[in-house]
C-alpha cells in the first residue's frame, strides 16, 4: 500500500496538509514526528495564507485526534496510550476556560459590609443576610459602628455578635438601642451579664418586643421570695421576665393566681419555669381557673395541678379543655376517675382532642406482649397509661417519624411504654449520631428501643466499629444484626475468633450458658405442693388420727350390737348370725 493511498493520508489531504505529513505507519517517524510536524504545519500555513487560528486549528485538532485513534487500535509497535498534542492548549478558547473554572460569588458590596465582616460577621453569608434585611443595604456606616461598638461593650463576643445580628438585624440602628443600654445598666454587676444580654437581644429580634423596666420586675421577683442568687440565672434561662410588665402583667397575674387558691410557691414556680403565662393576661388566667372549680376542681387540687403542670393554663377553655373533657366521658372514664388521674399526673391535659385519646385507649387495649407488661402497663389505669403513650408518640414525631409510624412502633415494641423518656430520646440519639442510620429504620427494627443501650448495643457496636476500621467484616453489618441477635451467637462470630474484640465486649461468662435439661414429665408438673411440717403440726395430725380411730371403734361396736357387723374380740374370731335359729360358731 502507497503512502497516498492510506485512509489516514487521505483524511489528511482534505484539510490540506497530507503532502509534508509523514506517514503514520513509518517506523522511523513515529507519534512523535506526527505531533511535531503537525505543529510546524499548522504554524506555516498560519503565516502564509493570514488566516485567524481558531477554525483552522479546531480542524487540525479534530484530525489529529482521529489520527491517534487509529494509531493506536491499529499500530502495536507505538505505545498504548499516546501523549496529547502539544499545540491544542494553544487554542483553547476563553469560553472553555470560563467553564472549567468554578464560579465563586463574590461579596456584595455595601456601605457597612466591611464593617460587618471585621467585626466577625461571616463573609460567605452577606448575602443571605441583606436578602432577608434589604434595608441593611442603606445603614449609615458611621451609626452602625457605633452601635457594634456598643453591643461589645455588652461582654459580646464575635461568634455571639453574629449570632445576635442573625436574630436581631435592628440592632444596628442607634434609636434601637436606647432601652438594651437600660437593660445592661441593671444586670451589669452580675457575673453572668454577658449571657443575659445576648438572650435579651436575640428575644426582642424574635418577639418584635423591646424590653420593659427590668429594675421593677427585679423588685417583684425579690417580693415574691426569690433569693439574689437566683435572680441573674432566672434572668438568663427565661428572658420573658425582661418583656413583661409588672403592673399591666404580672402583679395583676399573680394576684388572681392568690384569690383562687394558690400558694406563694406555687407562684413562684410559674415565673420560674413558665413565666410567659403571666403575658395571657388576669381575665384568661381566671377563667381557666373558674372553669376547673366548675367541673369539681377544689382549690387545693387546683394549686396541685397549676404548681405540677403551668401550662395548663395556656390551653383555652372552649378550644381545648372542654373538647377534652367531653372526649374522656365519652370513651367511658367516669369525672372520678378523671380527676385522680389529672391530679395524679396533670400532663393528661396535654392531650389533643379529636380522636388521638381514642387511639392511645385502643392501643391499649388491642396490645399484644406478655402478660407481666401488660400488667406493668396498666398498672396506673388506662387514662394514665394513654398520657405515657402520647408522649412517647410525641417523642417519636419529634424526631421524624410519622404518626401512624410511631404508632405502629409501639405496637410492635410495647416496652417503650415501660422505659422512660429520657431512655428512649438517648437511643434515638445514638441511632442518628453515632450509628447514622435514619430514624425511619426504627419500623423494621423496633426491637432497638425495647433492649438496653449501654449493655447490648453500644458494645456491640463498638466491636463492629473496630472490625470494619481493620478491614476483617466481609458482610454487611446493620441495626438488626446488632439488635436480634444473641449474645452467644454475636460472641462466637464477631468476638470469640479476635482478642482485641474481646477486650472491648467482654469475656464471655461460661457458668451462665444454660445447659440443655431433659423434658418434664406431666406428672411432675400436677404433683402437689409439698410444705415443710413443724412438731406442732405432727402432734396435730397423731391427735386427729387416734380420734378418728377411736369414733370408728365405737361405731363398729354400736353396729355390732345390733346384728349388722361381724364382731372381732381379742384373738378370738366369730361370726353373728342375727336369726335365733342359728348358732353361733366360734373358731
Not at 490540506?16 to 517506523?27: A, E, M, T, V, Y
Not at 459590609?113 to 460567605?124: K, Q, S
Not at 407488661?373 to 417519624?401: H, M, P
Amino acid at each position: 500500500m502507497t503512502s497516498t493511498s492510506h485512509p489516514i493520508k487521505k483524511n489528511l489531504n482534505r484539510f490540506g496538509i497530507g503532502k509534508n505529513f509523514p506517514s503514520p505507519l513509518d517506523p522511523v517517524a513515529g507519534p512523535q514526528a506526527v505531533t511535531a510536524s503537525g505543529s510546524a504545519l499548522i504554524q506555516q500555513r498560519q503565516v502564509s495564507q493570514r488566516v485567524g487560528p481558531l477554525p483552522s486549528a479546531m480542524r487540525v485538532g479534530g484530525a489529529l485526534r482521529t489520527l491517534q485513534h487509529r494509531l493506536r487500535s491499529s499500530s502495536s509497535s507505538f505505545p498504548p496510550q499516546l501523549p496529547p498534542p502539544s499545540f491544542l492548549p494553544l487554542f483553547r478558547t476563553a469560553a472553555s476556560s470560563a467553564r472549567r473554572t468554578p464560579h465563586v460569588p463574590a461579596a456584595p458590596a455595601f456601605p457597612v459590609a466591611d464593617l460587618l465582616v471585621r467585626a466577625g460577621f461571616p463573609a460567605e453569608f452577606l448575602a443571605d443576610f441583606t436578602a432577608k434585611n434589604p434595608y441593611v443595604l442603606s445603614l449609615d456606616p458611621s451609626g452602625c459602628e457605633k452601635c457594634v461598638s456598643k453591643l461589645f461593650s455588652f461582654g459580646l463576643s464575635r461568634e455571639s455578635l453574629a449570632s445576635v445580628l442573625f436574630s436581631n438585624p435592628g440592632v444596628l440602628e442607634p434609636r434601637r438601642l436606647g432601652k438594651i443600654e437600660a437593660v445592661f445598666a441593671v444586670v451589669e454587676d452580675f457575673d453572668n451579664s454577658s449571657a443575659i444580654m445576648r438572650k435579651v437581644l436575640e428575644f426582642s429580634g424574635r418577639l418584635s418586643m423591646e424590653p420593659c423596666d427590668v429594675r421593677e420586675n427585679i423588685g417583684f421577683l425579690r417580693s415574691c421570695g426569690i433569693s439574689e442568687f437566683l435572680i441573674p440565672h432566672l434572668l438568663e434561662e427565661s428572658p420573658w421576665l425582661v418583656f413583661l410588665d409588672r403592673r399591666l402583667e404580672l402583679e395583676p397575674g399573680a394576684g388572681i393566681m392568690r384569690d383562687v387558691g394558690m400558694r406563694s410557691e406555687t407562684i413562684t414556680r410559674i415565673l420560674i419555669d413558665f413565666p410567659q403565662l403571666f403575658k395571657l393576661g388576669a381575665r384568661q388566667i381566671a377563667s381557666r381557673v373558674n372553669y376547673l372549680k366548675g367541673i369539681g376542681f377544689k382549690a387545693e387540687e387546683i394549686d396541685s395541678i397549676v404548681g405540677a403542670f403551668p401550662e395548663i393554663l395556656k390551653f383555652g377553655v372552649e378550644d381545648r379543655l372542654k373538647p377534652l373533657i367531653s372526649e374522656l366521658r365519652d370513651l367511658g372514664f367516669g369525672f372520678l376517675e378523671i380527676k385522680k388521674a389529672a391530679i395524679e399526673d396533670p400532663r393528661i391535659f396535654q392531650i389533643e382532642a379529636g380522636g388521638e385519646l381514642s387511639r392511645c385507649v385502643n392501643l391499649l387495649k388491642n396490645l399484644k406482649c406478655r402478660l407481666p407488661i401488660k400488667e406493668q402497663i396498666l398498672d396506673n389505669g388506662v387514662l394514665r397509661a394513654s398520657v405515657e403513650v402520647k408522649l412517647r408518640i410525641d417523642c417519636l414525631c419529634r424526631s421524624g417519624l410519622s404518626h401512624r409510624d410511631a404508632f405502629k412502633l409501639l405496637w410492635r415494641e410495647p416496652r417503650i411504654i415501660i422505659y422512660d423518656l429520657e431512655d428512649v430520646q438517648k437511643k434515638i440519639n445514638f441511632l442518628t449520631d453515632e450509628i447514622g442510620d435514619p430514624i425511619n429504620v426504627l419500623v423494621e427494627v423496633p426491637e432497638y428501643l425495647g433492649v438496653n443501650l449501654e449493655r447490648q448495643i453500644i458494645p456491640r457496636y463498638k466491636v463492629v466499629q473496630w472490625l470494619r476500621s481493620q478491614g476483617g467484616l466481609g458482610i454487611e453489618v446493620g441495626l438488626k444484626d446488632l439488635v436480634k441477635s444473641s449474645r452467644h451467637k454475636f460472641y462466637n462470630f464477631f468476638v470469640k475468633p479476635y482478642p482485641e474484640c474481646e477486650r472491648i465486649f467482654g469475656k464471655m461468662n461460661r457458668e451462665t450458658v444454660p445447659r440443655s435439661r431433659p423434658a418434664v414429665e406431666l406428672s411432675q408438673l400436677l404433683k402437689p405442693q409439698k410444705y415443710k411440717e413443724c412438731e406442732k403440726d405432727s402432734e396435730n395430725i397423731k391427735i386427729e388420727t387416734t380420734h378418728s380411730r377411736s369414733k370408728k371403734i365405737a361405731q363398729k361396736e354400736k353396729k355390732h350390737s345390733q346384728g349388722e357387723w361381724p364382731c372381732y374380740v381379742g384373738l378370738t374370731c366369730g361370726t353373728y348370725n342375727a336369726s335365733p335359729t342359728v348358732s353361733n360358731t366360734v373358731g
